[in-house]
């Protein structure tokens, strides 16, 4: 084999190769976006615990939340409200309504905040079992479709 041959070999094979590291990173975004939202939920279910088994106000609740190191990622300890939460960005289309239950939150009596936040979490569980199975998809799909456009660059180069 002659020294071009093995160039252009090599560079196929290092197309094929960033094509599926593409959609491996692609598979790992949509497994975080998922992750994401489960522990949006988790929030949401230790807000709505210590509202109905502790009575406790809202600011308080956020205090407890902010110093567990579960819900770090939300940097809770510059919220003093339910309304300021952050929303994850992968709850795209529900987010509006998310954001207005949280904002229901802080003039809403224990038993209706229950409610109310039985009814994010329910929405959030939906929204976490799409981008569960968007992520299995994706993890079947992606680095393969990644690998496969870069052997079709690398012919397309040579």
């Not at 009575?55 to 609740?61: I, K, R």
């Amino acid at each position: 084999m002659t020294l071009p041959l093995v160039l252009k070999l090599l560079g196929a094979a290092m197309l094929a190769c960033a094509g599926f590291g593409a959609g491996v990173l692609k598979c790992a975004h949509l497994r975080k976006q998922a992750e994401s939202i489960r522990c949006f939920v988790s929030l949401l279910l230790y807000m709505s615990d210590a509202i109905r088994y502790r009575a406790l106000p809202g600011p308080t609740v956020l205090a407890m939340a902010a110093r567990n190191p579960a819900f770090a990622q939300f940097a809770l300890q510059r919220f003093r409200h339910f309304s300021e939460l952050p929303v994850p960005p992968a709850l795209g289309a529900w987010q509006g309504e998310l954001r207005e239950g949280l904002r229901a939150l802080e003039s809403a009596g224990r038993e209706s905040a229950c409610r109310t936040l039985a009814h994010l979490t329910a929405i959030c569980r939906a929204a976490e079992q799409q981008a569960r199975q968007a992520a299995a998809q994706a993890r079947a799909l992606y680095p393969r479709l990644g690998a496969c456009l870069g052997l079709l660059g690398a012919i397309l180069l040579l």
